[in-house]
């Protein structure tokens, strides 16, 4: 199976290394987002893991209106512009609308398309035209042979620099689970996989007003799919989750960062036989 190398600055994503998307799941404030930028960034680069910074300026698929979105789109860039700059790191940042698909490829090097709206038409060939790479994360409610009808879509519109992120699949109510299965069935269609270890932990309107989670499982997910051969890993990481205003229950601390992604580095190299 050959799976095709995603050119990003001076590494490659799908290739011999292994590529971590990770950072806040919301943009709450500059000190969060630096002190989680700084501290990933001093981790991989010890590592030798590539990555890539994540946060997102607005989370429209929110369980209330009451529910913490985010700076908005243009305090957001700003934010992650100066990430960028201070860092030196690669951004990725989700859109919902297909009009913020230019402004935000001014900033992000990987346009993501959120998993509730990867079937959306005008939503993939807004961030297919924009010239960056486009990560579309599958659906809750698709099966993983799904995903070549919007893989199709992004092509057609010019853009052949794609990521495909699984990140559960619904079972009854409140609950998601992970059929390992799904990463070697997209990785057929010849462009890198993501496994996104933290929101498969996720229990959807679990809290009524918000989503639930639970963050002891994300360590056992990580592994597997490295196991399974994904190609880069996604984790929402917090300073302090239990403090944090968008995806608590769910993300990791900081300060575990460094031990989750050492053994997660350990069986990609088993596995892709590095």
């Known amino acids: 199976m050959s799976i095709k190398r995603i050119k990003l ?10 590529t971590i998307l990770a950072g806040p799941c919301a943009i709450e404030n500059e000190e969060i987002l630096f002190k989680t930028a700084e501290g990933l960034k001093n981790i991989t680069e010890k ?9 997102s300026f607005d989370k429209a698929n929110r369980s209330s209106l009451t529910s913490f979105r985010g700076p908005g789109i243009d305090e957001g860039l700003a934010m992650l512009q100066k990430v960028k700059e201070k860092f030196d790191v690669p951004i990725v940042t989700d859109i919902h609308l297909p009009e913020h698909a230019q402004k935000t490829a001014q900033v992000a090097d990987i346009i993501q398309i959120p998993a ?10 807004a961030a297919a035209k924009a010239g960056k790479i486009v990560n579309i994360k599958k659906g809750q409610f698709l099966a993983p042979e799904q995903m070549k009808s919007l893989i199709k879509k992004v092509e057609d519109s010019g853009n052949n620099h794609i990521l495909l992120t699984d990140r559960g699949t619904s079972f009854g109510y409140n609950n998601l689970v992970v059929d390992f299965r799904g990463i070697p069935i997209m990785q057929e269609y010849g462009y890198p996989v993501v496994f996104d270890a933290t ?20 360590p056992t997910l990580a592994k597997a799919a490295m196991a399974a051969g994904a190609d880069v890993l996604f984790f929402e990481i917090h300073p302090d989750p239990e403090k944090a205003l968008c995806d ?18 350990q069986i990609f190299e088993l596995v892709k036989g590095n």
């Open 9 to 18: 600055r001076d590494f490659e994503i799908g290739g011999d290394k292994l």
């Open 116 to 125: 509730f709206l990867c079937r959306q038409t005008d939503l993939l060939v």
């Open 199 to 218: 929101h498969s932990v996720q229990l959807p309107g679990a809290n009524g007003t918000s989503s639930g989670g639970d963050r002891r499982f994300v």
């Open 47 to 55: 590592l030798g893991i590539n990555f890539v910074f994540k946060s």
């Open 248 to 265: 608590g229950p769910n993300m990791i601390a900081l300060d575990k960062a460094e031990e989750l992604f050492c053994i997660c580095k």
